[in-house]
């Protein structure tokens, strides 16, 4: 097995180009040259697989809110161990329209470099939020039953955004107590 840089939160997001689906068509993405590199923050989320009942709820929920996401400079990126194909079959199917691309892991390199390979062989329900100069300010991981929670993932994408030190419970438009 090659050597993989692993994710850690304040460290380095390792890079990434695979194949995903989007709007409706194949596209290869990189996560530095497409997203970071342009300037744009980023919440990567892995989830297991395509087909079943938990991540739905997850996939729907961050797609109602990719606007809100995109007003903070961020790009949504899903990421399950499932071919590009699978994911158009479900997106047309029971899925429908989802606002962000959802990328393709068959070998599970990327789930390996971000440390959410589950020993099934799919990704646990791990969650990151990437800086534009590539530094990962938050990581999550839920265990296979567990579905996260998108508003405690936007709320914590603006505090991160914010440079400030940001307090227990606190929202965007609250005091801070000052720089970090």
């Given at each position: 097995?090659?050597e993989?840089?692993?994710?850690?939160?304040?460290?380095?997001?390792?890079?990434?180009?695979?194949?995903?689906?989007?709007?409706?068509?194949?596209?290869?993405?990189?996560?530095?040259?497409?997203?970071?590199?342009?300037?744009?923050?980023?919440?990567?989320f892995?989830?297991?697989?395509?087909?079943?009942?938990?991540?739905?709820?997850?996939?729907?929920?961050?797609?109602?809110?990719?606007?809100?996401?995109?007003?903070?400079?961020?790009?949504?990126?899903?990421?399950?161990?499932?071919?590009?194909?699978?994911?158009?079959?479900?997106?047309?199917?029971?899925?429908?329209?989802?606002?962000?691309?959802?990328?393709?892991?068959?070998?599970?390199?990327?789930?390996?470099?971000?440390?959410?390979?589950h020993?099934?062989?799919?990704?646990?329900?791990?969650?990151?939020?990437?800086?534009?100069?590539?530094?990962?300010?938050?990581?999550?991981?839920?265990?296979?039953?567990?579905?996260?929670?998108?508003?405690?993932?936007?709320?914590?994408?603006?505090?991160?955004?914010s440079?400030?030190?940001?307090?227990?419970?606190?929202?965007?438009g609250?005091?801070?107590?000052?720089?970090?």
């Amino acid at each position: 097995m090659d050597e993989y840089i692993v994710a850690r939160v304040s460290g380095e997001a390792p890079d990434f180009t695979a194949n995903a689906y989007h709007n409706g068509k194949f596209e290869k993405i990189s996560l530095y040259e497409d997203y970071l590199n342009k300037g744009k923050w980023v919440v990567l989320f892995f989830y297991p697989l395509d087909f079943t009942f938990v991540c739905p709820t997850e996939i729907k929920d961050f797609s109602e809110k990719a606007k809100v996401f995109e007003a903070e400079g961020a790009q949504i990126i899903g990421v399950s161990v499932d071919s590009e194909y699978s994911h158009k079959a479900w997106v047309e199917g029971d899925l429908g329209k989802i606002h962000f691309p959802l990328v393709s892991d068959l070998d599970k390199e990327i789930s390996i470099s971000y440390d959410v390979l589950h020993e099934d062989g799919m990704s646990l329900r791990g969650t990151f939020i990437i800086d534009p100069e590539g530094i990962i300010h938050h990581a999550t991981i839920n265990n296979l039953p567990i579905g996260r929670n998108v508003d405690e993932t936007l709320r914590t994408l603006i505090a991160a955004k914010s440079g400030e030190l940001c307090p227990v419970g606190w929202n965007k438009g609250q005091k801070t107590l000052g720089k970090a």
